[in-house]
């Protein structure tokens, strides 16, 4: 049995995409509860439907993570939150920068608060590679959630609560991400409009994720942050890989036309794992990097050399056998 065996967990934001591979994995252990709290009434119907089999182990709260008061209500007894929720979208937070700030640093803020009065056993905080080095306001908030997660360690008296954060790169196949907008313009025959063909992210499979996040929260003491170690995708190569796939799978005629329409506002050609700081310090094992909470990073001996973070870009032939296994395209 694992540990959210009969255990009260929460999620925020539990209705995308990658609240939706958690939940299929913490059902597996046969946990008492699942409360999925999130703003949309209509995800949450979805889900419940999808989860009909499962109906006797969910619950479905309506609320925003900007409302304290509600999140302390949805935490009672709980044992374990994941907080999932944000603002993720890097043109939308640039062009509405407080709504990201409510929602990505005071709505973590409410989170903490909450946590803290309920007692939680542990609250583990998603954050994003863009939180390194922000030149977006996504990136800043994010940067700013995860201090906040590692100082709220400091900070909560005789209260019990773990908090640490897991680092993400881009999550293959989430909603709004650009496999489902490269599939839909395929399919309707448009050209696949690309940022920039050498733009290299770091990219993670949605079972990826989910082990870095239940691994995370399972071996987390209080204020590191978790980052996987993912491999590197060029953005033109992802396209051709996806468009190579629908055609075989499809029996398209051509391969589609590639429109290059530069980077939006906020957008880095390429992003970064960890800070140099960060590298000198980190323990390294073989799937993941432990960043120390930064209240203790100061007593720690460094490293004689940086961690190697090379960005070398995946084959098309490697992303293609990914996107088959997570059944993507």
Not at 13 to 35: A, M
Not at 81 to 105: D, G, R, S
Not at 226 to 239: C, E, N, S, T, Y
């Amino acid at each position: 049995m694992g540990i959210y065996h009969q255990k009260k967990i929460l999620i925020t934001g539990g209705t995308g995409t990658i609240g939706n591979h958690l939940i299929k994995q913490l059902l597996q252990d046969d946990p008492q509860v699942i409360r999925i709290f999130s703003r949309d009434e209509y995800k949450q119907y979805e889900m419940g439907i999808q989860f009909t089999e499962h109906a006797s182990k969910l619950r479905f709260l309506i609320g925003d993570v900007r409302d304290q008061e509600r999140l302390i209500r949805a935490m009672k007894d709980i044992d374990y939150v994941f907080h999932l929720a944000a603002m993720k979208h890097v043109p939308f937070c640039e062009y509405n920068p407080f709504e990201a700030v409510q929602t990505n640093i005071i709505g973590t803020q409410n989170v903490i608060q909450a946590a803290i009065h309920n007692n939680v056993k542990k609250v583990l905080f998603t954050s994003t590679d863009k939180a390194i080095s922000p030149t977006n306001t996504y990136g800043a908030t994010k940067l700013t959630g995860e201090r906040l997660i590692s100082s709220a360690e400091s900070q909560k008296g005789s209260t019990q609560t773990i908090f640490s954060a897991v680092r993400f790169g881009n999550v293959m196949g989430s909603r709004g991400s650009v496999i489902p907008l490269f599939k839909k313009q395929i399919l309707n025959g448009e050209r696949i409009t690309i940022t920039d063909p050498n733009m290299l992210r770091y990219m993670m499979t949605p079972s990826q994720a989910i082990h870095l996040i239940l691994k995370a929260n399972d071996i987390a003491n209080g204020g590191e942050i978790f980052v996987l170690k993912m491999p590197v995708v060029k953005i033109g190569d992802l396209a051709n890989a996806i468009d190579e796939l629908m055609q075989e799978k499809y029996d398209l005629p051509t391969k589609v036309d590639i429109k290059y329409i530069g980077l939006r506002p906020g957008e880095k050609r390429f992003e970064e794992l960890m800070t140099m700081d960060e590298r000198l310090i980190a323990d390294e094992q073989d799937d993941m990097y432990i960043i120390p909470p930064i209240f203790k990073a100061s007593s720690i001996l460094a490293h004689e050399e940086l961690i190697d973070l090379s960005m070398v870009p995946v084959t098309q032939d490697v992303i293609k056998t990914w996107l088959m296994q997570e059944n993507l395209v």
